[in-house]
């Protein structure tokens, strides 16, 4: 049971993520392209987690995490260069 809901759960993520990479792709400004591969990036921490959960592992966990970070750094620094056109001051 859990295992096909985990799989079902993976196929709605996965969705989500060919929508954001059409969103990507034919964002009509570069502000719906930068929120389309911040929620890109979500999309794919929750496919890691449930990736975990899946293989019942706790290395996917770290590897979330890691790409959170990551994520949430990049998205900053392109905010700061598309308002200011620098990043570092």
């Given at each position: ?16 993520l ?17 929120l ?10 929750a496919?890691?987690i ?12 770290e ?22 056109g620098?990043i570092i001051?």
């Amino acid at each position: 049971m859990l295992n096909t809901l985990l799989l079902w759960v993976a196929g709605v993520v996965g969705l989500a993520l060919v929508l954001n990479a059409w969103r990507l792709v034919r964002g009509p400004s570069v502000t719906d392209r930068v929120l389309a591969l911040d929620t890109m990036y979500i999309n794919v921490i929750a496919m890691i987690i449930l990736l975990g959960i899946y293989f019942d592992t706790s290395l996917y966990f770290e590897a979330a995490l890691l790409i959170a970070m990551l994520g949430f750094v990049s998205t900053a620094a392109v905010s700061k260069y598309l308002l200011r056109g620098d990043i570092i001051e």
